[in-house]
């Protein structure tokens, strides 16, 4: 029915009140026509998106308004929708458009005319730097199926405010400011404000995220960071840390991981320890001994590794993490604990004339130490730690 969702994706509130929610699993936009009242309150429409694409899905999950303009990402199908006017619960889109630019196009900023789209499968000249993500820009309204003109190479959710783009990179650790709405590709890379390493907030982006200003603060949602950073007032570069958070007790907290909550673990033992990473909290959670109760909690957790470990291995006292374009790990966990020395024994991002580029797996039994790299479509074996 219109009173429930499955996977809620964007959620835009227009200046007249309206609400709408890509609903998703659903395949539909739910509308309503004035803010609701309360809790389970039923839409008054949805937008049958599905309908309106030529692949039998649409997985819809990327939503925008004005209040009388309307975008919404077909995500599966590789489409975007654009409305000239509010639509009521049957009215096709006046444009349904497509480019083989586009790949599964996500998040949507706009001011009405200036449209920017988030894709974390995009092709087109800004792919590369950020593998597949990129942030396709139409400086104009769409009114017909074109490719977009211009291009950033990294995919972004976020808001225009004031002719000015405040954006989060999905699965990056910065924001991109942009001054103006600038209109070519050179222009966008040229003039893009971004924080360098160790300056500014260390932002949690993931798939998605978002931000919007209201009443003169700039709020931004931290996808990977499960909270909400708040400036008091609107930030002039990426540099500056935001004043608090909403849904933890600082912007520098990790609700989940705080509550020892792992997203992605890979999992592994030498028999007496247990030792828990997670890639996407780029985490280590370790347990001294064998844990034998539910809601044991670890002894010893390690936060927010350069790289995302996205597996690991353990071979008696030996531990050793792989992911992005690092091996990283210690030769001797124990002495590590009881010295409180946590400088790593082996992080490297090349050995000799190997060059790591996407680090997926990683195998050690003692004799053989392999790394698997999805960036060069190779294993790499080397007899013993090297």
């Known amino acids: 029915g219109l009173n429930n969702m499955d996977f809620p994706g964007q959620v835009i509130i227009t200046p007249d009140g309206k609400v709408l929610v890509a609903d998703s699993d659903n395949n539909r936009v739910l509308v309503w026509t004035s803010f609701p009242a309360s809790s389970g309150q039923s839409a008054d429409y949805a937008l049958p998106i599905t309908n309106y694409v030529n692949f039998g899905d649409s997985w819809p999950w990327g939503v925008w308004s004005d209040g009388t303009k309307v975008v919404v990402t077909a995500t599966v199908a590789k489409a975007v929708l654009f409305w000239n006017s509010f639509p009521g619960p049957s009215t096709s889109p006046d444009v349904v458009l497509t480019s083989s630019q586009v790949g599964t196009p996500r998040s949507i900023l706009s001011d009405g005319n200036y449209v920017m789209l988030g894709d974390e499968n995009a092709n087109g000249p800004c792919i590369g730097s950020n593998g597949t993500r990129s942030t396709h820009v139409w400086t104009s309204w769409p009114t017909s199926s074109r490719d977009p003109d211009a291009c950033i190479d990294n995919w972004l959710a976020g808001t225009i405010h004031d002719s000015k783009i405040y954006g989060i990179a999905a699965g990056g650790e910065t924001m991109y400011f942009y001054d103006e709405l600038f209109t070519s590709t050179q222009e966008l890379q040229v003039n893009v404000k971004i924080a360098n390493p160790g300056e500014g907030h260390r932002w949690a982006g993931g798939d998605d995220g978002g931000a919007t200003v209201v009443d003169g603060k700039l709020f931004v949602a931290e996808y990977n960071g499960n909270r909400i950073s708040v400036f008091d007032t609107i930030p002039t570069s990426p540099t500056e840390k935001p004043d608090w958070a909403l849904l933890a007790n600082e912007p520098t907290d990790y609700p989940l991981i705080d509550e020892f909550i792992i997203q992605n673990p890979i999992i592994d033992s030498n028999g007496s320890m247990l030792f828990v990473s997670s890639d996407f909290d780029r985490s280590l959670s370790i347990w001294k001994q064998l844990p034998g109760s539910s809601g044991a909690t670890p002894d010893i957790v390690m936060r927010r590794f350069d790289q995302p470990p996205w597996d690991l291995v353990?071979?008696?006292?030996?531990?050793?993490?792989?992911?992005?374009?690092?091996?990283?790990?210690?030769?001797?966990?124990?002495?590590?604990?009881?010295?409180?020395?946590?400088?790593?024994?082996?992080?490297?991002?090349?050995?000799?004339?190997?060059?790591?580029?996407?680090?997926?797996?990683?195998?050690?039994?003692?004799?053989?130490?392999?790394?698997?790299?999805?960036?060069?479509?190779?294993?790499?074996?080397?007899?013993?730690v090297p």
């Open 314 to 384: 353990v071979h008696g006292k030996e531990i050793y993490l792989a992911g992005g374009n690092s091996v990283f790990g210690w030769s001797d966990i124990e002495n590590t604990i009881n010295t409180g020395n946590y400088s790593f024994d082996l992080n490297e991002k090349s050995i000799g004339n190997i060059t790591f580029q996407g680090v997926r797996g990683i195998a050690y039994n003692g004799s053989y130490f392999a790394v698997a790299d999805s960036g060069s479509d190779t294993i790499y074996i080397w007899e013993g």
